[in-house]
């Protein structure tokens, strides 16, 4: 290795280990991964109790919302996932996140929602939107796997075309069988998986990684220069998504990202937003703030703390995954 190509090599390892390092004492919204919730006796729908998580092998708990776009998809994979990998301890149970508060006009929408998209799943409704502020869930939908002593081993944040694949992977991982053969990468339902152009997954895997710190302003920001990169890229405008409608699609919050989008220069993927209804229920409706991201990104606020220099949230091994996975 000739002088001048080793003196590169360390200039960017120093940049990224400079750039990584977190100002000292900034507090991260919710649990963080290796951390515990108490294990507790919940309700479902249909009013028995169950216990979270199970105490015996891997408990999946899945986030969702009726208004989501995304839900019904995610419910669909673990439904096929419950059945697949019970005979390996999984639990798969789902929760409800509607709305901070819920009536009786929000507990006919979300059984009618069940009936309509057949969801089998245990269904707890998150009274108060606690369990959303306790975890420090970000986007709906939502995957996450807990040990039987509470602890958070895994998370998900939203449903990019590619999360089933990379979900089923980090579970069979976790739960030690051997992956199958790789005969190309294969999008949910077998199409091939869309190849990101110019480093744009680079910009939208650190999106996500934003987003599940709770800084959802520089989510955004990354998710735009993802879609500024390779304008064909939808996961980052479904991510943005996400992030926008939180809290319901609104003619607002739809406003609001169509607005982001042309003032980055992105017109054209205005026509891509998802189609579907405003939120049901949702019209005229107020609720008392929640400690959400998706409060400052109905507002223009970043929950974040005061901004360091760019990515400073990153560990140095994060960056290098980033740069790694991007790259491919």
């Known amino acids: 290795m ?17 750039l990584a390092s977190p100002a000292v004492g900034q507090p991260e919204r919710g649990i963080q991964l290796g951390q515990k919730i108490v294990p507790r006796q919940v309700k479902v729908l249909e009013g028995q109790d169950i216990t979270l998580p199970a105490e015996e092998g891997m408990t999946v708990l899945l986030f969702w919302s009726t208004w989501s776009p995304r839900s019904s998809s995610a419910i669909e994979i673990w ?43 245990p269904v707890i409704l998150d009274s108060g939107l606690e369990m959303f502020n306790e975890i420090g869930v970000i986007v709906l939908p939502t995957t996450l796997f807990f040990t039987p002593d509470g602890t958070l081993d895994y998370k998900y944040p939203g449903l990019p075309s590619s999360a089933e694949l990379d979900i089923k992977k980090d579970l069979e991982a976790r739960l030690g069988i051997a992956p199958e053969p790789e005969t190309g990468k294969e999008a949910p339902g077998g199409e091939l998986a869309y190849q990101p152009k110019n480093n744009a997954l680079l910009f939208y895997n650190m999106g996500k990684m934003y987003q599940e710190k709770g800084s959802p302003e520089k989510a955004k920001a990354k998710h735009i220069e993802s879609l500024q990169r390779d304008r064909e890229y939808r996961d980052p405008l479904r991510a943005l998504e996400g992030i926008f409608f939180a809290d319901g699609k609104t003619p607002e919050t ?33 609720t008392e703030p929640v400690t959400m991201p998706t409060d400052a990104a109905r507002t223009g606020q970043d929950n974040s703390p005061a901004a360091t220099p760019d990515d400073e949230n990153l560990s140095p091994m994060e960056r290098m995954r980033l740069l790694m996975e991007g790259s491919k």
């Open 254 to 286: 739809v406003e609001r990202l169509k607005t982001l989008l042309t003032a980055s220069g992105l017109e054209e993927v205005i026509t891509e937003i998802s189609e579907g209804e405003d939120a049901p229920g949702q019209e005229g409706k107020t």
């Open 2 to 18: 000739n002088l001048i190509r080793r003196t590169t090599i360390l200039l960017i390892a120093a940049a990224l280990a400079t």
């Open 79 to 121: 439904q096929r996932y419950a059945q697949r990998y019970q005979d390996y301890g999984v639990t798969v149970m789902s929760v409800n996140a509607d709305n901070q508060h819920m009536d009786e006009a929000d507990i006919r929408r979300i059984r009618d929602y069940i009936a309509e998209y057949k969801v089998t799943l």
